[in-house]
């Protein structure tokens, strides 16, 4: 039972665009205390270029994060989310992967330039990179072939038997200490094994989640499935691999109950993703379908992108919570 007199302590666990939908709807409830713990193992585009050249964590899921949790639209979370995109040596890179960066080498840890940035964007709650070690995904696929790297793996044909990560790291202490107070615990939305089963995979979390058994456990599933990660999953599919990686049952599952306007499911078709079937009879846990359907724009390339409309997911995950 949640005592209604407190504020929620509420642990969001995933990686970029997923989870700060969730954060932009959760961000506006003063009586939720938020901590958002972030992958480490994106590879791609300028976050992927920043970790191999300075050796550092990639710094894009957390600044996504970051502006989603940033209190107003100031210029400062505009500057954090400029892009650049004419022709050189800054074509793809953004501002706020920059800062990061600069702020790792200046303060002397990734851990430390994240919480400055936080004071910089004066954001609502707190965003934990799971770990501040580099580390990388290896997943194991059904014809036999071993895949290194997020990237990598994103762009296999075949599917993922199982995942697990280069070698063994700990996650920060202080996000284990998020997990132990939790009152929710939240994962997803975002990408099943590069974005959510990644953390579950940084030792402790897991551990921590299933020792916290008074925490509400939540499940969000992505509205699409995705090229190289989920072709073929279903719903129950998605709540079974975030079950086998976690080693304890979820409380409620959210899903998506919206169809996509014709033509953008069509184009997500052409590029191998189907909207997620929902087999709900199949899973043993309570699960919310509703309409949470928002199509956005993409500034990186123009095109309408399913996304989860924050503000609807908001209110439902605090009903849920609030129990």
């Known amino acids: 039972m949640v005592d209604k007199t407190k504020a929620l302590s509420v642990v969001a666990i995933g990686g970029g665009t997923g989870l700060s939908s969730l954060l932009r709807g959760l961000k506006f409830f003063d009586d939720i205390d938020i901590h958002a713990i972030v992958t480490i193992t994106d590879e791609g585009g300028s976050s992927g270029k920043i970790r191999e050249e300075l050796q550092i964590p990639p710094p894009g899921d957390v600044r996504n994060n970051l502006i989603a949790l940033a209190k107003d639209e100031t210029l400062f979370s505009k500057l954090f989310n400029f892009r650049f995109q004419t022709n ?10 920059i800062i990061l960066a600069a ?25 934990l990179p799971v770990t501040d070690k580099l580390v990388r995904l290896v997943a194991e696929m059904d014809d036999g072939s071993e895949i290194i790297g997020e990237t990598e793996i994103i762009n296999s044909k075949s599917k993922i038997r199982q995942i697990r990560l280069s070698e063994e790291v700990e996650a920060l202490p ?63 599919d998605h709540v079974s691999e975030i079950v086998k990686y976690l080693g304890c049952k979820v409380n409620y599952v959210i899903a998506n109950s919206q169809k996509l306007p ?57 009903r849920l919570l609030s129990w």
């Open 262 to 318: 014709d033509d953008d499911l069509e184009r997500y078709r052409s590029q191998g993703s189907e909207q997620l079937k929902l087999d709900i009879e199949k899973i043993d846990v309570p699960v919310f379908a509703e309409p949470l359907l928002k199509m956005e724009v993409d500034p990186r390339d123009g095109l309408n992108k399913a996304r989860h409309d924050s503000e609807k997911l908001g209110k439902l995950v605090k």
């Open 88 to 97: 050189g040596t800054l074509r793809g890179h953004n501002v706020g992967n």
């Open 103 to 127: 702020l790792t080498k200046i303060l002397g840890g990734f851990s430390e330039a994240v919480k400055e940035s936080s004071k910089i964007l004066a954001i609502k709650g707190e965003v």
């Open 174 to 236: 202080k996000v284990i200490d998020a997990i132990k107070k939790a009152n929710g615990i939240i994962i997803g939305p975002g990408s099943l094994y590069t974005s959510l089963i990644s953390n579950l995979l940084i030792k402790g979390v897991r551990e921590s989640i299933v020792e916290n058994e008074n925490a509400i456990k939540i499940y969000i599933a992505n509205i699409m499935t995705q090229p190289g990660e989920t072709i073929g999953y279903t719903l129950s």
